[in-house]
Protein backbone atom coordinates (compact mmCIF):
# COMPACT_ATOMS: atom_id res chain seq x y z
CA UNK A 1 0.00 0.00 0.00
CA UNK A 2 3.08 2.25 0.82
CA UNK A 3 3.62 2.04 -3.14
CA UNK A 4 0.29 3.04 -4.04
CA UNK A 5 0.38 5.63 -1.84
CA UNK A 6 3.56 7.18 -3.25
CA UNK A 7 2.65 6.72 -6.89
CA UNK A 8 -0.43 9.10 -5.59
CA UNK A 9 1.63 11.66 -4.24
CA UNK A 10 3.70 11.17 -7.77
CA UNK A 11 0.92 11.79 -9.54
CA UNK A 12 -0.74 14.63 -7.63
CA UNK A 13 2.43 16.46 -8.18
CA UNK A 14 3.19 16.04 -11.96
CA UNK A 15 4.81 19.20 -12.85
CA UNK A 16 2.40 19.16 -15.92
CA UNK A 17 -0.51 17.27 -17.56
CA UNK A 18 2.18 15.31 -19.97
CA UNK A 19 3.88 14.45 -17.16
CA UNK A 20 0.96 12.67 -14.87
CA UNK A 21 0.27 10.33 -17.64
CA UNK A 22 3.69 9.17 -18.61
CA UNK A 23 4.11 8.82 -14.72
CA UNK A 24 0.51 6.92 -14.67
CA UNK A 25 1.79 4.96 -17.71
CA UNK A 26 4.96 4.18 -16.25
CA UNK A 27 3.60 3.62 -12.80
CA UNK A 28 1.57 0.56 -14.31
CA UNK A 29 -2.26 2.23 -13.72
CA UNK A 30 -5.21 0.45 -16.18
CA UNK A 31 -7.73 3.21 -15.88
CA UNK A 32 -8.34 7.01 -15.17
CA UNK A 33 -11.69 7.15 -12.97
CA UNK A 34 -12.93 10.75 -13.17
CA UNK A 35 -15.43 11.61 -10.30
CA UNK A 36 -17.79 14.45 -9.87
CA UNK A 37 -20.52 15.39 -7.53
CA UNK A 38 -23.69 16.71 -8.64
CA UNK A 39 -25.97 19.02 -7.08
CA UNK A 40 -27.53 17.39 -4.48
CA UNK A 41 -23.71 15.66 -3.19
CA UNK A 42 -24.10 12.13 -5.11
CA UNK A 43 -20.87 11.20 -7.04
CA UNK A 44 -21.02 9.89 -10.55
CA UNK A 45 -18.30 8.84 -12.30
CA UNK A 46 -16.62 7.81 -15.74
CA UNK A 47 -13.63 5.67 -16.73
CA UNK A 48 -11.12 5.58 -19.10
CA UNK A 49 -8.05 2.85 -20.38
CA UNK A 50 -4.82 4.97 -19.62
CA UNK A 51 -3.56 3.82 -22.87
CA UNK A 52 -6.42 6.24 -24.41
CA UNK A 53 -5.52 8.94 -21.94
CA UNK A 54 -4.19 12.09 -23.85
CA UNK A 55 -2.77 15.00 -21.60
CA UNK A 56 -5.30 17.18 -24.01
CA UNK A 57 -7.90 15.74 -21.71
CA UNK A 58 -7.00 18.53 -19.24
CA UNK A 59 -8.29 21.17 -21.34
CA UNK A 60 -10.69 19.51 -24.15
CA UNK A 61 -12.90 17.89 -20.79
CA UNK A 62 -14.47 14.69 -21.43
CA UNK A 63 -18.17 14.95 -22.71
CA UNK A 64 -20.93 13.43 -20.66
CA UNK A 65 -25.01 14.63 -20.49
CA UNK A 66 -25.61 17.07 -17.89
CA UNK A 67 -29.42 16.34 -18.11
CA UNK A 68 -28.89 13.37 -16.31
CA UNK A 69 -27.35 14.59 -13.66
CA UNK A 70 -29.50 16.09 -10.77
CA UNK A 71 -29.74 20.02 -10.90
CA UNK A 72 -27.52 20.30 -13.72
CA UNK A 73 -28.81 20.89 -17.61
CA UNK A 74 -32.38 20.33 -19.81
CA UNK A 75 -31.97 17.72 -22.00
CA UNK A 76 -32.02 20.31 -24.67
CA UNK A 77 -28.74 21.34 -23.81
CA UNK A 78 -27.53 18.76 -21.90
CA UNK A 79 -23.77 18.22 -23.37
CA UNK A 80 -21.04 18.92 -21.10
CA UNK A 81 -17.46 18.17 -20.03
CA UNK A 82 -15.64 16.66 -17.66
CA UNK A 83 -12.38 18.80 -16.24
CA UNK A 84 -9.97 16.50 -13.81
CA UNK A 85 -7.92 17.95 -11.50
CA UNK A 86 -4.66 15.92 -11.30
CA UNK A 87 -3.72 17.39 -8.16
CA UNK A 88 -6.48 14.97 -6.67
CA UNK A 89 -4.92 11.68 -7.86
CA UNK A 90 -5.57 8.96 -5.34
CA UNK A 91 -4.46 5.39 -6.59
CA UNK A 92 -6.09 1.89 -5.45
CA UNK A 93 -6.34 -1.64 -6.96
CA UNK A 94 -9.31 -2.95 -7.86
CA UNK A 95 -9.14 -6.62 -8.65
CA UNK A 96 -6.26 -7.17 -10.96
CA UNK A 97 -6.57 -3.56 -12.31
CA UNK A 98 -4.49 -0.05 -11.33
CA UNK A 99 -7.31 2.53 -11.14
CA UNK A 100 -5.90 6.20 -10.39
CA UNK A 101 -9.49 8.24 -9.42
CA UNK A 102 -8.67 12.05 -10.17
CA UNK A 103 -11.99 14.37 -9.10
CA UNK A 104 -13.59 16.70 -11.79
CA UNK A 105 -15.57 19.87 -11.91
CA UNK A 106 -18.23 20.18 -14.81
CA UNK A 107 -17.59 22.78 -17.53
CA UNK A 108 -19.42 24.15 -20.36
CA UNK A 109 -19.34 21.61 -23.74
CA UNK A 110 -18.27 24.51 -25.97
CA UNK A 111 -16.07 27.30 -24.09
CA UNK A 112 -15.41 24.26 -21.06
CA UNK A 113 -16.09 27.46 -18.93
CA UNK A 114 -16.60 26.51 -15.07
CA UNK A 115 -20.28 25.30 -14.80
CA UNK A 116 -22.13 27.81 -12.50
CA UNK A 117 -23.90 25.50 -10.95
CA UNK A 118 -20.78 22.92 -10.77
CA UNK A 119 -20.46 22.65 -6.81
CA UNK A 120 -16.82 22.15 -7.17
CA UNK A 121 -16.60 25.78 -8.65
CA UNK A 122 -18.73 26.44 -5.80
CA UNK A 123 -16.37 25.74 -3.14
CA UNK A 124 -13.15 27.12 -4.93
CA UNK A 125 -15.20 30.24 -5.76
CA UNK A 126 -15.88 30.82 -2.12
CA UNK A 127 -12.04 29.91 -1.56
CA UNK A 128 -11.16 33.02 -3.94
CA UNK A 129 -13.87 35.30 -2.24
CA UNK A 130 -12.77 34.55 1.22
CA UNK A 131 -9.18 35.92 -0.14
CA UNK A 132 -10.12 38.73 -1.52
CA UNK A 133 -12.13 40.20 1.04
CA UNK A 134 -9.32 40.70 3.41
CA UNK A 135 -10.69 38.89 6.46
CA UNK A 136 -8.73 35.50 6.27
CA UNK A 137 -6.82 33.98 3.70
CA UNK A 138 -8.20 30.63 3.76
CA UNK A 139 -10.49 28.63 6.06
CA UNK A 140 -9.81 25.73 7.47
CA UNK A 141 -12.22 22.77 8.15
CA UNK A 142 -11.96 19.44 10.05
CA UNK A 143 -15.31 17.29 9.94
CA UNK A 144 -17.15 14.80 12.01
CA UNK A 145 -18.50 11.96 9.90
CA UNK A 146 -20.71 10.17 11.54
CA UNK A 147 -22.76 7.13 10.42
CA UNK A 148 -24.77 4.10 11.58
CA UNK A 149 -23.51 0.17 10.54
CA UNK A 150 -26.31 -2.24 9.97
CA UNK A 151 -25.95 -6.14 9.29
CA UNK A 152 -28.92 -6.33 7.44
CA UNK A 153 -30.88 -2.99 5.81
CA UNK A 154 -34.40 -3.59 3.71
CA UNK A 155 -37.12 -1.41 2.81
CA UNK A 156 -39.90 -1.18 0.53
CA UNK A 157 -41.56 2.07 -0.92
CA UNK A 158 -45.07 1.05 -3.08
CA UNK A 159 -48.43 2.10 -3.42
CA UNK A 160 -49.48 -0.86 -1.38
CA UNK A 161 -47.16 -0.76 1.07
CA UNK A 162 -44.05 0.79 2.56
CA UNK A 163 -41.07 -0.42 5.54
CA UNK A 164 -37.98 0.01 6.56
CA UNK A 165 -36.17 -3.06 8.29
CA UNK A 166 -32.46 -2.70 9.93
CA UNK A 167 -30.59 -5.88 11.91
CA UNK A 168 -28.16 -4.55 14.23
CA UNK A 169 -25.51 -7.13 16.07
CA UNK A 170 -24.92 -4.48 18.54
CA UNK A 171 -28.98 -3.71 19.60
CA UNK A 172 -29.46 -7.52 18.79
CA UNK A 173 -31.73 -7.20 15.82
CA UNK A 174 -31.25 -10.00 14.67
CA UNK A 175 -31.53 -14.10 15.08
CA UNK A 176 -30.98 -14.66 18.68
CA UNK A 177 -30.01 -18.24 17.73
CA UNK A 178 -27.32 -16.84 15.45
CA UNK A 179 -23.92 -18.27 17.86
CA UNK A 180 -22.24 -14.98 17.05
CA UNK A 181 -24.51 -12.55 18.36
CA UNK A 182 -25.67 -14.89 21.34
CA UNK A 183 -22.63 -13.69 23.22
CA UNK A 184 -24.72 -11.20 25.50
CA UNK A 185 -22.42 -8.23 24.80
CA UNK A 186 -24.74 -5.65 23.94
CA UNK A 187 -24.75 -1.99 23.95
CA UNK A 188 -27.82 -0.25 25.63
CA UNK A 189 -30.22 2.39 24.15
CA UNK A 190 -28.03 5.94 23.81
CA UNK A 191 -25.34 4.03 25.14
CA UNK A 192 -22.83 3.61 22.56
CA UNK A 193 -20.59 6.06 23.75
CA UNK A 194 -17.12 5.13 22.91
CA UNK A 195 -17.71 1.77 23.78
CA UNK A 196 -15.04 -0.55 23.54
CA UNK A 197 -14.96 -4.48 22.34
CA UNK A 198 -16.82 -6.70 22.32
CA UNK A 199 -19.86 -4.58 22.75
CA UNK A 200 -18.24 -2.54 20.04
CA UNK A 201 -18.27 -5.18 17.40
CA UNK A 202 -16.74 -2.80 14.34
CA UNK A 203 -13.17 -1.40 15.75
CA UNK A 204 -11.84 -3.69 13.37
CA UNK A 205 -13.82 -2.33 10.69
CA UNK A 206 -12.87 1.20 11.39
CA UNK A 207 -8.95 0.41 11.36
CA UNK A 208 -9.48 -1.12 7.79
CA UNK A 209 -11.89 2.19 7.30
CA UNK A 210 -8.76 4.88 8.92
CA UNK A 211 -6.32 2.57 7.04
CA UNK A 212 -7.36 2.96 3.55
CA UNK A 213 -8.11 7.02 4.41
CA UNK A 214 -4.77 7.38 5.41
CA UNK A 215 -3.72 5.84 2.04
CA UNK A 216 -6.08 7.94 0.29
CA UNK A 217 -4.30 11.22 1.67
CA UNK A 218 -7.36 11.87 4.24
CA UNK A 219 -6.01 12.95 7.56
CA UNK A 220 -7.68 10.74 10.24
CA UNK A 221 -7.92 12.43 13.60
CA UNK A 222 -9.47 9.83 15.49
CA UNK A 223 -12.36 7.62 15.50
CA UNK A 224 -14.66 5.33 17.99
CA UNK A 225 -17.74 3.76 18.71
CA UNK A 226 -20.61 6.91 18.59
CA UNK A 227 -23.62 7.09 21.40
CA UNK A 228 -26.13 5.19 19.25
CA UNK A 229 -26.32 1.62 20.28
CA UNK A 230 -27.06 0.23 17.13
CA UNK A 231 -23.43 0.88 15.49
CA UNK A 232 -23.31 4.53 15.29
CA UNK A 233 -19.83 5.15 14.52
CA UNK A 234 -17.63 8.54 14.03
CA UNK A 235 -14.76 9.47 11.93
CA UNK A 236 -12.73 12.96 12.59
CA UNK A 237 -10.63 14.15 10.00
CA UNK A 238 -7.96 16.94 10.51
CA UNK A 239 -8.44 20.49 9.35
CA UNK A 240 -7.47 20.94 5.97
CA UNK A 241 -8.35 23.54 2.92
CA UNK A 242 -12.13 24.38 2.24
CA UNK A 243 -12.13 22.61 -1.07
CA UNK A 244 -9.39 20.08 -0.41
CA UNK A 245 -11.59 19.10 2.84
CA UNK A 246 -14.82 18.51 0.62
CA UNK A 247 -13.11 16.08 -1.60
CA UNK A 248 -12.20 14.29 1.31
CA UNK A 249 -15.20 14.05 2.55
CA UNK A 250 -16.59 12.73 -0.57
CA UNK A 251 -13.75 10.28 -1.22
CA UNK A 252 -14.02 9.57 2.92
CA UNK A 253 -17.53 8.72 2.60
CA UNK A 254 -17.71 6.57 -0.84
CA UNK A 255 -14.57 4.58 1.43
CA UNK A 256 -16.73 4.16 4.43
CA UNK A 257 -19.42 2.37 1.99
CA UNK A 258 -17.28 0.49 0.07
CA UNK A 259 -15.20 -0.92 2.85
CA UNK A 260 -18.32 -1.78 4.75
CA UNK A 261 -20.07 -3.19 1.71
CA UNK A 262 -17.21 -5.76 1.69
CA UNK A 263 -17.33 -6.67 5.17
CA UNK A 264 -20.96 -7.70 4.84
CA UNK A 265 -22.16 -4.96 6.66
CA UNK A 266 -24.12 -1.45 5.22
CA UNK A 267 -23.10 2.25 5.92
CA UNK A 268 -25.61 4.80 5.86
CA UNK A 269 -25.44 8.40 6.25
CA UNK A 270 -29.38 9.44 7.11
CA UNK A 271 -29.57 12.07 9.93
CA UNK A 272 -31.69 9.94 11.17
CA UNK A 273 -32.30 6.43 10.78
CA UNK A 274 -33.22 4.84 14.43
CA UNK A 275 -36.16 6.79 16.14
CA UNK A 276 -35.25 7.70 19.87
CA UNK A 277 -31.60 7.24 19.04
CA UNK A 278 -29.19 9.18 18.79
CA UNK A 279 -28.71 11.18 15.28
CA UNK A 280 -26.00 11.38 12.78
CA UNK A 281 -24.33 14.85 11.87
CA UNK A 282 -21.11 16.34 9.90
CA UNK A 283 -20.30 18.67 12.92
CA UNK A 284 -17.78 21.12 10.89
CA UNK A 285 -14.96 22.47 13.10
CA UNK A 286 -14.12 25.85 11.31
CA UNK A 287 -10.75 28.13 11.61
CA UNK A 288 -9.80 30.86 9.73
CA UNK A 289 -5.85 31.70 8.99
CA UNK A 290 -4.31 35.62 7.94
CA UNK A 291 -1.14 36.08 7.78
CA UNK A 292 0.16 32.89 9.26
CA UNK A 293 -2.47 34.22 12.52
CA UNK A 294 -5.54 32.36 13.71
CA UNK A 295 -8.37 34.88 13.58
CA UNK A 296 -11.28 32.95 15.64
CA UNK A 297 -8.45 33.70 18.97
CA UNK A 298 -9.33 36.61 21.08
CA UNK A 299 -9.90 38.07 24.80
CA UNK A 300 -13.69 38.67 23.50
CA UNK A 301 -16.21 35.77 25.39
CA UNK A 302 -15.34 32.24 24.74
CA UNK A 303 -12.19 33.33 23.98
CA UNK A 304 -13.09 34.51 20.83
CA UNK A 305 -12.07 37.86 18.95
CA UNK A 306 -14.50 40.70 17.48
CA UNK A 307 -13.73 39.27 14.10
CA UNK A 308 -14.86 35.04 15.10
CA UNK A 309 -18.17 36.65 16.80
CA UNK A 310 -19.33 38.89 13.77
CA UNK A 311 -18.38 35.61 11.31
CA UNK A 312 -20.40 33.19 13.26
CA UNK A 313 -22.98 36.17 14.03
CA UNK A 314 -23.20 35.74 10.05
CA UNK A 315 -23.86 32.16 10.41
CA UNK A 316 -26.66 32.57 13.17
CA UNK A 317 -28.54 35.37 11.75
CA UNK A 318 -29.02 33.33 8.38
CA UNK A 319 -28.82 30.09 10.28
CA UNK A 320 -32.84 29.38 9.04
CA UNK A 321 -31.71 29.69 5.19
CA UNK A 322 -28.60 28.07 6.15
CA UNK A 323 -30.99 25.04 7.26
CA UNK A 324 -32.05 24.48 3.56
CA UNK A 325 -27.87 24.26 2.53
CA UNK A 326 -26.43 22.10 5.23
CA UNK A 327 -29.66 20.42 6.32
CA UNK A 328 -31.50 19.26 3.04
CA UNK A 329 -33.45 16.71 3.60
CA UNK A 330 -36.82 15.82 4.89
CA UNK A 331 -35.25 13.22 7.39
CA UNK A 332 -32.22 15.92 8.67
CA UNK A 333 -35.22 17.55 10.95
CA UNK A 334 -36.00 14.16 12.52
CA UNK A 335 -32.64 14.94 13.98
CA UNK A 336 -32.94 18.84 14.73
CA UNK A 337 -35.43 18.26 17.83
CA UNK A 338 -35.07 18.50 21.44
CA UNK A 339 -33.69 16.23 23.40
CA UNK A 340 -31.00 14.75 22.45
CA UNK A 341 -27.44 16.22 21.30
CA UNK A 342 -28.41 18.19 18.19
CA UNK A 343 -29.42 21.30 17.95
CA UNK A 344 -32.82 22.87 17.95
CA UNK A 345 -31.99 26.56 18.56
CA UNK A 346 -29.87 28.64 16.83
CA UNK A 347 -27.65 29.43 19.76
CA UNK A 348 -23.82 29.17 20.20
CA UNK A 349 -22.21 28.21 23.61
CA UNK A 350 -18.90 27.40 25.69
CA UNK A 351 -19.11 23.73 25.16
CA UNK A 352 -23.12 23.25 25.12
CA UNK A 353 -23.37 20.06 22.00
CA UNK A 354 -26.86 21.42 22.12
CA UNK A 355 -26.16 25.02 20.95
CA UNK A 356 -25.81 25.44 17.12
CA UNK A 357 -22.10 26.79 17.27
CA UNK A 358 -19.91 25.15 20.45
CA UNK A 359 -16.98 26.48 20.92
CA UNK A 360 -14.74 23.82 22.36
CA UNK A 361 -13.37 24.51 25.69
CA UNK A 362 -10.26 22.63 25.13
CA UNK A 363 -9.50 24.17 22.66
CA UNK A 364 -6.96 26.86 24.68
CA UNK A 365 -4.16 27.35 22.10
CA UNK A 366 -5.00 30.56 18.98
CA UNK A 367 -4.24 27.52 16.49
CA UNK A 368 -6.26 25.22 18.27
CA UNK A 369 -9.64 27.91 18.10
CA UNK A 370 -12.30 26.66 15.92
CA UNK A 371 -16.30 27.26 16.25
CA UNK A 372 -17.63 23.77 15.66
CA UNK A 373 -21.39 24.20 13.22
CA UNK A 374 -23.66 21.31 14.82
CA UNK A 375 -26.46 21.09 12.39
CA UNK A 376 -25.32 19.58 8.91
CA UNK A 377 -25.60 16.46 8.20
CA UNK A 378 -24.00 14.50 5.48
CA UNK A 379 -26.88 14.30 3.34
CA UNK A 380 -25.39 17.84 2.46
CA UNK A 381 -23.35 18.54 -0.29
CA UNK A 382 -20.12 19.35 1.52
CA UNK A 383 -18.89 21.85 -1.12
CA UNK A 384 -21.82 23.88 -0.86
CA UNK A 385 -22.32 23.66 2.70
CA UNK A 386 -19.26 24.47 3.35
CA UNK A 387 -19.21 27.89 0.63
CA UNK A 388 -22.61 28.86 2.13
CA UNK A 389 -21.26 28.80 5.42
CA UNK A 390 -18.20 31.40 4.18
CA UNK A 391 -21.00 33.22 2.29
CA UNK A 392 -23.00 34.08 5.42
CA UNK A 393 -19.68 34.29 7.87
CA UNK A 394 -18.47 37.06 5.50
CA UNK A 395 -21.53 38.69 5.84
CA UNK A 396 -21.70 38.87 9.67
CA UNK A 397 -18.13 40.66 9.36
CA UNK A 398 -19.10 43.02 6.68
CA UNK A 399 -21.90 44.44 8.79
CA UNK A 400 -20.04 43.53 12.23
CA UNK A 401 -23.30 41.56 13.69
CA UNK A 402 -22.54 40.82 17.09
CA UNK A 403 -24.16 37.61 18.12
CA UNK A 404 -24.51 38.60 21.46
CA UNK A 405 -26.79 41.82 20.94
CA UNK A 406 -28.97 39.76 18.62
CA UNK A 407 -29.55 36.99 21.36
CA UNK A 408 -27.96 33.89 19.89
CA UNK A 409 -25.68 33.70 23.23
CA UNK A 410 -23.46 32.81 24.56
CA UNK A 411 -25.56 30.28 26.85
CA UNK A 412 -24.84 27.81 28.86
CA UNK A 413 -26.51 24.88 29.98
CA UNK A 414 -29.42 22.91 28.68
CA UNK A 415 -29.82 25.27 25.52
CA UNK A 416 -33.66 23.58 25.32
CA UNK A 417 -34.70 23.93 28.81
CA UNK A 418 -33.48 27.75 27.94
CA UNK A 419 -35.55 28.28 25.15
CA UNK A 420 -38.23 27.22 26.77
CA UNK A 421 -38.30 30.33 28.81
CA UNK A 422 -36.32 32.61 26.75
CA UNK A 423 -37.69 33.75 23.13
CA UNK A 424 -34.62 32.41 21.06
CA UNK A 425 -34.48 31.69 17.31
CA UNK A 426 -35.44 27.92 16.74
CA UNK A 427 -33.99 26.08 13.73
CA UNK A 428 -36.69 25.09 11.20
CA UNK A 429 -39.02 22.11 11.74
CA UNK A 430 -38.93 20.81 8.48
CA UNK A 431 -37.69 21.08 5.02
CA UNK A 432 -40.73 22.81 3.61
CA UNK A 433 -39.76 25.17 6.85
CA UNK A 434 -36.30 25.47 5.76
CA UNK A 435 -36.83 26.20 2.50
CA UNK A 436 -39.51 29.18 2.71
CA UNK A 437 -36.41 30.50 4.66
CA UNK A 438 -34.18 30.18 2.00
CA UNK A 439 -36.27 31.66 -0.37
CA UNK A 440 -37.12 34.64 1.36
CA UNK A 441 -33.61 35.02 3.09
CA UNK A 442 -31.17 33.31 0.61
CA UNK A 443 -29.87 36.90 -1.28
CA UNK A 444 -26.67 36.77 0.80
CA UNK A 445 -25.91 33.76 -1.42
CA UNK A 446 -25.43 35.71 -4.58
CA UNK A 447 -24.38 38.83 -3.18
CA UNK A 448 -21.42 37.37 -1.64
CA UNK A 449 -20.44 36.53 -4.88
CA UNK A 450 -19.80 32.86 -4.00
CA UNK A 451 -23.02 31.20 -5.42
CA UNK A 452 -24.83 32.49 -9.04
CA UNK A 453 -27.99 34.02 -8.93
CA UNK A 454 -29.66 31.01 -10.27
CA UNK A 455 -28.72 28.56 -7.14
CA UNK A 456 -31.54 28.76 -5.23
CA UNK A 457 -34.57 28.48 -7.29
CA UNK A 458 -33.01 25.60 -8.91
CA UNK A 459 -32.06 24.23 -5.55
CA UNK A 460 -35.65 25.12 -4.00
CA UNK A 461 -37.07 23.30 -7.17
CA UNK A 462 -35.59 20.27 -6.24
CA UNK A 463 -35.58 19.84 -2.73
CA UNK A 464 -39.45 20.80 -2.91
CA UNK A 465 -40.03 17.81 -4.96
CA UNK A 466 -38.36 15.69 -2.58
CA UNK A 467 -40.50 17.56 -0.01
CA UNK A 468 -43.31 16.52 -1.61
CA UNK A 469 -42.54 12.67 -2.59
CA UNK A 470 -42.06 12.37 1.09
CA UNK A 471 -44.90 14.61 1.88
CA UNK A 472 -47.73 12.38 -0.17
CA UNK A 473 -47.22 8.91 1.03
CA UNK A 474 -48.46 7.78 4.44
CA UNK A 475 -46.41 6.97 6.93
CA UNK A 476 -45.94 3.38 8.91
CA UNK A 477 -47.04 5.00 11.84
CA UNK A 478 -50.38 6.64 10.68
CA UNK A 479 -51.68 3.44 10.69
CA UNK A 480 -51.22 2.58 14.01
CA UNK A 481 -52.44 5.92 15.22
CA UNK A 482 -55.52 6.33 12.75
CA UNK A 483 -57.12 3.31 10.75
CA UNK A 484 -59.33 2.68 13.18
CA UNK A 485 -60.33 5.90 13.12
Keep these: MDELRELA ?8 ERDFVETAVDGGVDFI ?53 YRTALVAQYGEHL ?21 RTIAMTAEEVLKRSGRADESLWSPELEFYLFSAVDYEDAPNGSFYEVASEEAGWSDPDDPELALGFRIDPRGGYQATPPSDRYFELRNE ?15 HHENGRPGQQEIEIHAEPLVRSADHLMLGKHI ?6 EWGVAATFMPKPIPDEAGSGLHLHIRLVKDGQYVLHGDECAG ?26 TNSYRRLRPGFEAPATLTFSA ?13 TEPHMKSAEYRPSDATANPYLAMAALVAAGLDGMERGIDPQQEGFGPFEGNVDEIARDRKIVPLPATLDEALHELREGGGFLS ?22 TVAGRPHPTEYSLYFDC
Excluded: Q
Excluded at 9 to 16: D, N
Excluded at 256 to 261: E, G, I, M, Q, S
Excluded at 306 to 325: D, Q
Design 33 to 85: DLRFADLPGRWHHVTIPTARFEPEIFDRGVGFDGSSVSGFKSVERGDMVLLPD
Design 9 to 16: VTLAEAAS
Design 304 to 329: LSREALSFLGGILTHGRALAAITSPS
Design 256 to 261: VRNTAD
Design 209 to 223: ICARMEESGIPVKYH
Design 99 to 119: VATLIASAGEADTKRPFELDP
Design 351 to 363: GSRRAAIRIPKYA
Design 447 to 468: DSGIFPESFVPVWIDLKVREAE
